[in-house]
């Protein structure tokens, strides 16, 4: 079993949604959608750090069901495989909201160019999603918010949206089930279900398989 993913948009996102972080009327520094994205990337992180061994304590028992009900018969030998994987891909989630990763581009390429490329290189299209997510950090946005109005901010994205890009992972996993994508998948259940739906999440990647969700 080989990895179904790779780390991605962990240092790049389209700069056009920074508009070069204008100061308002007052001097204080007016808050942009990246600001918004950027602290929502941040708590992100430090959730799944805290939480990170009560999501790996809920991992092996959402992979046995999963197995038992679209690849049966399978090994032990398997379940324990795609276990560790979710592991790794946790790992690998916490790293790509490190807030460090997120804000700084790497190299000299263009980070929207970057960005539009590795989403296309994903077994899943995250990119309306991510659409949604912006077009979200952009609604909640009033004039007179400054910096300290971002913690709150970004509880509110995760709430309304979830964590990137668990929706369209399991759109993608429920539309053409396959074992290597299996990881992922867990992942992103877990996550909305322990994390996101603890504050009310009202999309989609919150419910269960098969539940219907009204938007």
Same mark, same amino acid.
């Given at each position: 079993m080989s990895s179904s993913v790779t780390p991605?948009? +962990?240092?790049?996102?389209?700069? /056009?949604?920074?508009? $070069? =972080?204008? &100061?308002?009327? $007052? !001097? @204080? &520094? /007016?808050? #942009?959608? +990246?600001?918004?994205?950027c602290a929502y990337y941040e708590a992100l992180h430090q959730q799944l750090i805290t939480r990170r061994d009560e999501l790996l304590g809920a991992a092996p028992a959402l992979?046995?069901?999963e197995l038992a009900q679209r690849f049966s018969p399978y090994t032990p030998e398997?379940?324990?495989? %795609? #276990? *560790?994987?979710? *592991?790794?891909?946790?790992? *690998?989630? @916490? *790293?790509? %909201? $490190?807030? @460090? !990763?997120?804000? %700084?581009?790497i190299g000299d390429a263009d980070p929207a160019d970057a960005f539009e490329l590795q989403l296309e290189l994903e077994w899943y299209d995250a990119r309306a999603e991510y659409a949604r997510l912006a077009a979200a950090a952009r609604k909640l946005i009033a004039p007179t918010m400054t910096d300290a109005d971002l913690p709150h901010l970004a509880a509110r994205l995760i709430r309304r949206c979830g964590a990137w890009p668990d929706a369209s992972i399991i759109a993608a996993y429920n539309a053409a089930p396959a074992p290597n994508y299996l990881p992922d998948y867990v992942l992103a259940r877990l996550i909305e279900q322990h994390?996101?739906?603890?504050? !009310? #999440?009202? =999309?989609p990647a919150s419910a269960p398989p098969d539940k219907p969700v009204s938007e």
């Open positions: 991605f948009a +962990r240092k790049d996102f389209p700069r /056009s949604l920074d508009h $070069n =972080h204008p &100061m308002g009327d $007052n !001097g @204080i &520094m /007016s808050l #942009t959608p +990246r600001l918004v994205l992979v046995k069901a398997q379940r324990a495989a %795609y #276990t *560790e994987a979710v *592991e790794a891909f946790l790992d *690998e989630r @916490i *790293e790509m %909201y $490190n807030p @460090i !990763g997120a804000q %700084y581009a994390l996101c739906a603890d504050g !009310g #999440t009202d =999309h």
